[in-house]
Structure formats: structure tokens, C-alpha cells
């Protein structure tokens, strides 16, 4: 079991551009959640899919955007990249049907440097 | 809402020293509470999971966290050190009609001396 499995692991991106970060789930698991980690700081939550739909969200703004495809797998964008969105950004997943207080399996993460 | 508020945000032990890493909590209803470990350019790995049953838990590398209400914390302890247990913790609190979403806190770099 490969885990949940994140892409790329690091990438630079210029202010202004978008970025597609992806992330693929445990295997067996129907939950993704995305978290963004700004340095020293705690993971905060941006959105969770479920079922392909966003359930969830954080106090991120529109530019924060993603989609669950129906393998499960998923991509979260930002559009008008902003310094302030350099963060290791987290993925988790889970499994809805274990309950709310099921484990969370998070990736690796991947890095974005906006410059 | 929920929060998570741990204290001291650098924590120094001796090898074979006790680990205590403090963590308090905020929900108006009844809480899950996590402890996630993270090394280095790593994502997060789960310690322990208190969800309602024993209010001493017991987690991975020896570590435990007893939940006590009255006192609203979740800390975070382990009798004997290890140089291995450097990394960075963090406290984090669900509730069930919040789904899976994690509330984390700052988080705690520990560092083990020899």
C-alpha cells in the first residue's frame, strides 16, 4: 500500500500564475482533505471532497479551488498566485463510512515557493 | 468552533528525560483529540486518538496523552526520551459534526539533548 501518494513535491511558481497540486488517497479511502501549512505554523484546512463534491471549507478565498475525480484522486488549484500561498500543502484521506473520527492519512506534501 | 492551544512552542529535554507536551482544547461539544508527529520536509503521522472511550490513550514509540475534561487538555507524554522523538508535534480536535476536518495547534518543536 503506497499510502497517499502527493505531486509534485516541490515547485516554484511566479505571482499571478495558477498551480495544480495532486494527490492521490490511501487506497480504499473515499475522503481527501486539503491542508495548507505555512512555515512554523499549523496545518489549517482549506476543503474535503467526498463523493467528487466539496463538503467542506475552510476560510480560504475562491482562489482556492479543486475537484475529486471518481477514482477518488484529487487536484487542488490556486489561481493569482500571491507570495503569502508559499506553504507545504498537505493532503489527508479517509474513510467517511469509519466514521467522523476516523484516522487521517496524510501525504508527504508538496512545497510551493511563490517568487 | 473548535481550537487547540498548546503551550510552549519549543520544548528541551535530556535524553531519557520525561516528554510532556502540553495541549488545551475548546468545543462546545464533545471532542475527538489527535497527536500528529512530523519530521522534517514529512507530511503527518498519527501518535494517538482519543475518541470518547478511555480517557488514557496509548500511541505509538511509547507515547500517551490522558483527556481530561474538567481541565479541557490532551498532553501529550513518555516516560524515557529518545534522540529519535525529535520532530515537530501537533494537537488537533474534530467533532463530529465537523466531519474529518482537523482544528490544529501551533505545534511543539521538541528537541532531545544526549
Known amino acids: 500500500d503506497a499510502g497517499v501518494t502527493q505531486s509534485p513535491t516541490h515547485l516554484i511558481k511566479t505571482r499571478g500564475q495558477q498551480v495544480t497540486l495532486r494527490c492521490s488517497p490511501k487506497s480504499g479511502h473515499d475522503t481527501v482533505s486539503w491542508y495548507q501549512q505555512a512555515l512554523g505554523q499549523g496545518p489549517q484546512f482549506i476543503f474535503q471532497?467526498?463523493?467528487?463534491?466539496?463538503?467542506q471549507r475552510g476560510n480560504f478565498p475562491d482562489r482556492f479551488s479543486g475537484h475529486q475525480f471518481p477514482n477518488y484522486s484529487s487536484e487542488l488549484n490556486v489561481n493569482a498566485l500571491l507570495l503569502g500561498d508559499s506553504a507545504l500543502y498537505l493532503c489527508?484521506?479517509?474513510?467517511?463510512?469509519?466514521?467522523?473520527?476516523?484516522?487521517?492519512?496524510f501525504g508527504q506534501g508538496t512545497r510551493l515557493t511563490v517568487v | 468552533a473548535q481550537s487547540v492551544t498548546q503551550l510552549g512552542s519549543h520544548v528541551s529535554v535530556s535524553e531519557g528525560a520525561l516528554v510532556l507536551l502540553r495541549c488545551n482544547y475548546s468545543?462546545?461539544?464533545?471532542?475527538?483529540l489527535f497527536w500528529y508527529v512530523q519530521y522534517p520536509n514529512q507530511g503527518l503521522q498519527l501518535l494517538l486518538k482519543y475518541t470518547s472511550a478511555a480517557t488514557l490513550v496509548k500511541g505509538i514509540n511509547g507515547f500517551e496523552a490522558e483527556f481530561k475534561k474538567s481541565e479541557t487538555s490532551f498532553h501529550l507524554t513518555k516516560p524515557s526520551a529518545h534522540m529519535s522523538d525529535a520532530a515537530e508535534y501537533f494537537c488537533?480536535?474534530?467533532?463530529?459534526?465537523?466531519?474529518?476536518?482537523?482544528?490544529f495547534g501551533e505545534g511543539t518543536q521538541l528537541t532531545v539533548n544526549p
Open positions: 489527508a484521506s479517509s474513510l467517511l463510512t469509519q466514521g467522523w473520527n476516523t484516522e487521517a492519512f
Open positions: 468545543s462546545s461539544v464533545p471532542p475527538y
Open positions: 471532497y467526498y463523493e467528487e463534491e466539496e463538503r
Open positions: 488537533a480536535v474534530s467533532v463530529a459534526t465537523s466531519g474529518s476536518r482537523l482544528t
